[in-house]
Structures are given as structure tokens and as C-alpha cells.
Nanobody, 121 residues
Framework: QVQLVESGGGSVQAGGSLRLSCEVSGDTGKVGCMGWFRQAPGKQREGVATINSYGITNYADSVKGRFTISKDNAKNTLHLQMDSLSPDDTSMYYC???????????????WGQGTQVTVSS
């Protein structure tokens, strides 16, 4: 099993920054692609950013140029640096992991509990 624990959420004013972290524990050798997702109340969950086993990243159009996903393999930690935040980024953010090396939309097996990000105008 793989456990994911997110941290780093909080409240920030528009234009500010936050850095989310996701600590991976358990059978970390199983982990391939990892990603960040978000879901606001009344909305569908959406993918924010992914990074595959080869370090290739992908971003939702809405966050390109503002968010950066990275992975610290030595510390088994996934990060999401979020800059130029806007109220539209307000959501619960979830870390997810796949056992596949490449990122597939339905390929995420493990999920964290989420961390709330609130951006005020």
C-alpha cells in the first residue's frame, strides 16, 4: 500500500503564492506517475498537474505558467508551487499516485485526503 499526506494549504490573497507538499510513504517503489488534482464545491474534480516517472510534466491550461510540479525522490515528496494565485484557484487540492510510469487520466490508484487552498480577492 501507498499512503499520501498533503500539506501546505491555507488562505492567501490574490496574487500570492503557496507551496503544497505530498509525502509518500509505504510501498514507495510502486509509485510511478504522480499528480495534483483539485475539486471545488459543486464542481467536478480536475487535473492540475502531473509528473511521470521520467520527469515529464503536464499542466492544465488554467495553471500553465503559474504552477510548477516537482518531485524530490530522495525525500519521497511531491510538490506544487503555486504562484499568481487567483480566487478561481480556491479548491481542495489532492495528491494522487499511479503504479504506472506514464500518466493516464484513469490510472491513479492512491489518493491523499486533500488540503484546502483559499484565495481571497
Amino acid at each position: 500500500q501507498v499512503q499520501l499526506v498533503e500539506s501546505g494549504g491555507g488562505s492567501v490573497q490574490a496574487g500570492g503564492s503557496l507551496r503544497l507538499s505530498c509525502e509518500v510513504s509505504g510501498d514507495t517503489g510502486k509509485v510511478g506517475c504522480m499528480g495534483w488534482f483539485r475539486q471545488a464545491p459543486g464542481k467536478q474534480r480536475e487535473g492540475v498537474a502531473t509528473i511521470n516517472s521520467y520527469g515529464i510534466t503536464n499542466y492544465a491550461d488554467s495553471v500553465k505558467g503559474r504552477f510548477t510540479i516537482s518531485k524530490d525522490n530522495a525525500k519521497n515528496t511531491l510538490h506544487l508551487q503555486m504562484d499568481s494565485l487567483s480566487p478561481d484557484d480556491t479548491s481542495m487540492y489532492y495528491c494522487a499516485a499511479s503504479i504506472l510510469p506514464r500518466c493516464l487520466s484513469n490510472g491513479f490508484t492512491y489518493w491523499g485526503q486533500g488540503t484546502q487552498v483559499t484565495v481571497s480577492s
